[in-house]
């Protein structure tokens, strides 16, 4: 089931993830605007280009499925002005950003499920999922991309990170 899966991968430690992450805990890949630029700089850079892809205005609601450490919100919430939604089936990842989000006193702009996005309802104005389709399974595509769709208000955005690779030939 998905759940051992992402505890088995993600719930080993945050302090085993801070010793080469970037101070927000971003797991993904990053933006290097320049060769010089630091891991920090590119993961702010990366989250910065994600939020002007979705074209994010003050007052919208945003959800992010997969959303880890919570530093694509906490992106969002501090420099776009929006209210975001996370959720993510590591105990871990749900611990750190629920407490990160208290200490930076945006408890009133972004809430953290520890949930199965499956199981999500509601509506969104913007929709983000970086690096978390790899672990669906290509049998699960469908069905995810169906429950994006029923979250997705109209003419709202959806943004989907995620690595591929080809086809296997039969």
Not at 54 to 60: D, M, P, V, Y
Not at 125 to 134: Q, R, T
Request: proline share 1%.
């Amino acid at each position: 089931d998905e759940k051992k899966f992402i505890e088995f991968h993600y719930d080993v430690s945050n302090e085993f993830y801070q010793l080469f992450l970037d101070e927000r805990m971003i797991y993904t890949c990053a933006y290097f605007a320049d060769w010089d630029n630091s891991l920090d700089q590119a993961q702010y850079d990366k989250l910065d280009m994600i939020c002007k892809k979705l074209r994010l205005k003050e007052g919208e609601h945003m959800l992010d499925i997969g959303c880890g450490w919570g530093g694509l919100l906490i992106h969002a919430a501090e420099n776009y002005g929006v209210k975001g939604h996370g959720v993510t089936l590591a105990t871990e990842q749900y611990n750190f950003a629920v407490d990160l989000i208290k200490r930076k006193g945006l408890a009133d702009k972004i809430t953290i499920e520890l949930k199965d996005y499956r199981d999500l309802e509601g509506q969104f104005d913007k929709i983000s999922s970086i690096g978390m389709y790899e672990a669906i399974g290509i049998d699960q595509v469908p069905t995810y991309l169906a429950k994006v769709r029923g979250l997705l208000k109209p003419e709202g955005l959806f943004l989907n990170h995620g690595i591929t690779r080809k086809g296997k030939k039969k």
